[in-house]
Each structure stands twice: as C-alpha cells, then as structure tokens.
C-alpha cells in the first residue's frame, strides 16, 4: 500500500511540474509577442465607405506592414476602428498579416461594418509573431 501511495505521489509532483512548465512557456511566448511590436510597421493604409455594397454598405479599409527585422514573421494583427464627429468608437475591426520575410512588406485588405456617422479612422499594429 505504501508503494502504491509513493508511486501516486511520483505521479502527482510530475503532472504538477508539467503544468508548471507549460504555463512558463505561455508567458514566455506571449512576452515575445508583446515585445515585438516595433519590430513591424505600417507603411501605408487607407480606408473608404462603400454605401452600395450589399444592403448596409460596408468599410473597406487596406494596410500595408513592414517587417523591420531579419526575422521572418508568421503573422502580424493589426486592429481598425472608426470614431464619430464626437470621436467616440463606431466600430472596431481586425485583420492578420501573414508570412512577411524579413525587410519586406505584405499588403492586406479587409472590411468593417458601416454606420453612416464615421468621421475618422484609426489604425494601429497589436501583435507581432516571428516564425520559430
């Protein structure tokens, strides 16, 4: 009986130190990304309001980002919001960018919900992966 509980015990403290390391992998990971953010840029975008598309219409906004290191990146997330004349939030939007090499860019289009008081647009870059 005491073999039993010693082996279940064994089993225990591994299950244990396995979650442990899983969970500092995560934080590593997700530290990356975090700090990857200048890493990538936007060169250009752009966004305009198609009143005709479908039965609401439709925002059609497009980006471009660079990649500004030597690594190959496997995605970027950029994020797209619009703010009325008051410049509170309308709608919010995202896209991913993927496989750009390094010292290169990759252009992407995409599409927001149209509520007809947009004034302006904002746009901004949320994540940055790198190819492992």
Request: net charge positive; glycine share 4%.
């Amino acid at each position: 009986m005491k073999k039993i509980k010693k082996h279940l015990l064994s089993i225990l403290l591994l299950v244990i130190l396995c979650f442990l390391g899983i969970g500092s992998y995560e934080e590593n990971e997700s530290n990356s990304v975090t700090n990857n953010l200048n890493s990538a840029s936007i060169s250009d975008w752009n966004w305009s309001k198609d009143y005709d598309f479908g039965t609401k219409g439709v925002i059609k906004w497009n980006v471009e980002v660079s990649n500004n290191s030597n690594k190959y990146i496997e995605y970027v997330t950029v994020e797209f919001a619009t703010y009325d004349k008051d410049n509170r939030l309308v709608s919010s939007n995202f896209t991913f960018i993927k496989a750009i090499p390094p010292h290169n860019s990759r252009t992407e289009s995409s599409y927001a919900d149209l509520y007809r008081t947009e004034k302006d647009a904002k746009i901004k870059i949320t994540k940055v992966k790198f190819s492992e």
